[in-house]
């Protein structure tokens, strides 16, 4: 396979099965890419180019790491771009918005500082009026609070600038009630029966330590796993709520344990 600097990682991944685990020593920064949820979210996104700028790297050092799988550098230095999803087209309402109908808000200190968005994030659906777009400034696609908001009739946009900024626009074109972003977080009355009923047959995770949205992408990477029968048992810091509203659509049930400030139990199975 020829690549070049614009070739995509799903490209390389698609083509040779072991282009993972080589594209993964040539960073630490590229260990995420083993979760699935991240890799289908990163890899049809990111060409070697942005990738070497993420992992500190040259595209040199991709290129040299490949070619024992049989990848070739295009010697005209010039190549189509590998086909991946396309950058879908702005929509009317990002173009015609005036300045002082956009609300931004800058999530990535939060983040890095190991704080939850979610209660600002909430207070800002709240106020927002009808015209106006919420632009939230993020590293990542924040996927659950997409597909949560669209479910309330709100339209979003996601504009990737580049591998670590992305800007998700919601607008509320009609004047709606605001969407609950709360879930049904009361569900600790019978965990010790439901943990009596799982004993032996538990999978026991800890994300306190991950970062945004780490969390969340390992606990559901787990799931797609979990034998009938068996229960997740996780150590979380917080209430996942945009996780909660994804358990649901995917037809999970769970329970809550809030122990203390900064850990929380959850307990995740099959719905029946």
């Given at each position: 396979?020829?690549?070049?600097?614009?070739?995509?990682?799903?490209?390389?991944?698609?083509?040779?099965?072991?282009?993972?685990?080589?594209?993964?020593?040539?960073?630490?920064?590229?260990?995420?890419?083993?979760?699935?949820?991240?890799?289908?979210?990163?890899?049809?996104?990111?060409?070697?180019?942005?990738a070497a700028k993420v992992g500190?790297?040259?595209?040199?050092?991709?290129?040299?790491?490949?070619?024992?799988?049989?990848?070739?550098?295009?010697?005209?230095?010039?190549?189509?771009?590998?086909?991946?999803?396309?950058?879908?087209?702005?929509?009317?309402?990002?173009?015609?918005?005036?300045?002082?109908?956009?609300i931004p808000f800058d999530v990535?200190?939060?983040?890095?500082?190991?704080?939850?968005?979610?209660?600002?994030?909430?207070?800002?659906?709240?106020?927002?009026?009808?015209?106006?777009?919420?632009?939230?400034?993020?590293?990542?696609?924040?996927?659950?609070?997409?597909?949560?908001?669209?479910?309330?009739?709100?339209?979003?946009?996601?504009?990737?600038?580049?591998?670590?900024?992305?800007?998700?626009?919601?607008?509320?074109?009609?004047?709606?009630?605001?969407?609950?972003?709360?879930?049904?977080?009361?569900?600790?009355?019978?965990?010790?029966?439901?943990?009596?009923?799982?004993?032996?047959?538990?999978?026991?995770?800890?994300?306190?330590?991950?970062?945004?949205?780490?969390?969340?992408?390992?606990?559901?990477?787990?799931?797609?796993?979990?034998?009938?029968?068996?229960?997740?048992?996780?150590h979380h810091k917080r209430i996942?709520?945009?996780?909660?509203?994804?358990?649901?659509?995917?037809?999970?049930?769970?329970?809550?344990?809030?122990?203390?400030?900064?850990?929380?139990?959850?307990?995740?199975?099959?719905?029946?």
């Amino acid at each position: 396979m020829l690549i070049n600097e614009q070739t995509k990682i799903a490209a390389l991944l698609k083509h040779h099965p072991d282009a993972l685990e080589t594209i993964v020593s040539l960073s630490p920064d590229f260990k995420k890419l083993r979760n699935p949820l991240l890799r289908k979210l990163m890899a049809a996104r990111t060409s070697i180019s942005m990738a070497a700028k993420v992992g500190g790297v040259k595209p040199e050092d991709f290129f040299k790491a490949l070619a024992p799988l049989g990848f070739e550098v295009d010697s005209r230095g010039v190549l189509p771009k590998e086909p991946g999803p396309q950058k879908s087209e702005m929509p009317g309402f990002v173009k015609s918005l005036p300045p002082d109908k956009i609300i931004p808000f800058d999530v990535r200190a939060l983040l890095a500082g190991g704080n939850d968005p979610l209660r600002q994030i909430q207070q800002k659906v709240k106020e927002l009026k009808q015209g106006e777009a919420l632009k939230i400034i993020n590293t990542f696609e924040p996927v659950p609070l997409i597909k949560l908001l669209e479910k309330q009739g709100y339209q979003a946009y996601v504009n990737q600038i580049n591998n670590n900024l992305v800007e998700t626009w919601f607008y509320k074109s009609s004047d709606s009630p605001a969407p609950a972003l709360e879930a049904d977080t009361k569900t600790a009355g019978d965990w010790d029966e439901v943990m009596q009923h799982f004993v032996g047959n538990l999978q026991e995770i800890d994300v306190r330590h991950l970062e945004m949205p780490m969390p969340m992408m390992t606990i559901l990477e787990k799931l797609e796993t979990l034998p009938s029968g068996q229960a997740l048992y996780v150590h979380h810091k917080r209430i996942p709520v945009f996780l909660l509203t994804e358990l649901k659509d995917r037809h999970f049930e769970y329970r809550i344990k809030e122990v203390q400030e900064g850990e929380v139990y959850l307990l995740i199975f099959k719905a029946a």
